[in-house]
């Protein structure tokens, strides 16, 4: 029986990586292998998950619940909201740069978060898996960069 609960728990995990852009390429067997480099952590409503000026050390996807991201000084309005399936601090996973924004759990959530050290132990071991990431990151990042530019030719501020 603890075998049976723990296989539904191994396919019900890989399920929840599998609903992020960030893993949509990987297979069932490649997202058990990420998973094995993946640490959850739970945080309550209001509460910071990282601040603006901390070093960037991990990659965080929603697993459940919600964040908002707030620059320095702006925290009554969110830049964004983010929802069940979205990710944020990847350039954590690239660089050791301060964090530009503060992260806060918007409801209780539940975060799977992939830290640097965890995501280079997977590139060394894995590396189709990790190159499938990096490049779904790389996509993610270039669209990112597409829209902040195209906002700066409509006339809007990009700070």
Same mark, same amino acid.
């Given at each position: 029986m603890l075998w049976f609960s723990r296989a539904h728990q191994t396919i019900k995990v890989s399920h929840r990586l599998?609903? #992020?852009? &960030?893993?949509?390429?990987?297979?069932?067997?490649?997202? +058990?292998?990420? @998973?094995?480099?993946?640490? @959850?952590?739970?945080?309550?409503?209001?509460?910071?998950?990282?601040?603006?000026?901390?070093?960037?050390?991990?990659?965080?996807?929603?697993?459940?619940?919600?964040?908002?991201?707030?620059?320095?000084?702006?925290?009554? #309005?969110?830049?964004?909201?983010? +929802?069940?399936? @979205?990710?944020?601090?990847?350039?954590? &996973?690239?660089?050791?740069?301060?964090?530009?924004?503060?992260?806060?759990?918007?409801?209780?959530?539940?975060?799977?978060?992939l830290f640097r050290g965890d995501f280079e132990r997977l590139m060394d071991a894995h590396a189709q898996i990790a190159? +499938?990431?990096?490049?779904?990151?790389?996509?993610?990042?270039?669209?990112? &960069?597409?829209?902040?530019?195209?906002?700066?030719? @409509?006339?809007?501020?990009?700070?």
């Amino acid at each position: 029986m603890l075998w049976f609960s723990r296989a539904h728990q191994t396919i019900k995990v890989s399920h929840r990586l599998a609903n #992020t852009e &960030l893993f949509c390429n990987l297979t069932e067997r490649e997202l +058990k292998i990420v @998973d094995a480099f993946v640490h @959850d952590r739970t945080f309550l409503a209001g509460e910071v998950v990282f601040d603006a000026g901390e070093e960037g050390q991990a990659l965080y996807i929603i697993v459940s619940g919600a964040a908002a991201i707030y620059l320095p000084g702006q925290h009554e #309005t969110p830049l964004a909201e983010l +929802k069940t399936g @979205d990710f944020f601090g990847e350039l954590g &996973l690239l660089d050791d740069w301060p964090r530009s924004a503060q992260v806060r759990a918007s409801a209780p959530s539940e975060l799977a978060v992939l830290f640097r050290g965890d995501f280079e132990r997977l590139m060394d071991a894995h590396a189709q898996i990790a190159s +499938k990431i990096a490049m779904q990151l790389a996509r993610h990042l270039g669209q990112r &960069l597409r829209q902040m530019l195209a906002q700066t030719t @409509d006339g809007a501020v990009i700070q």
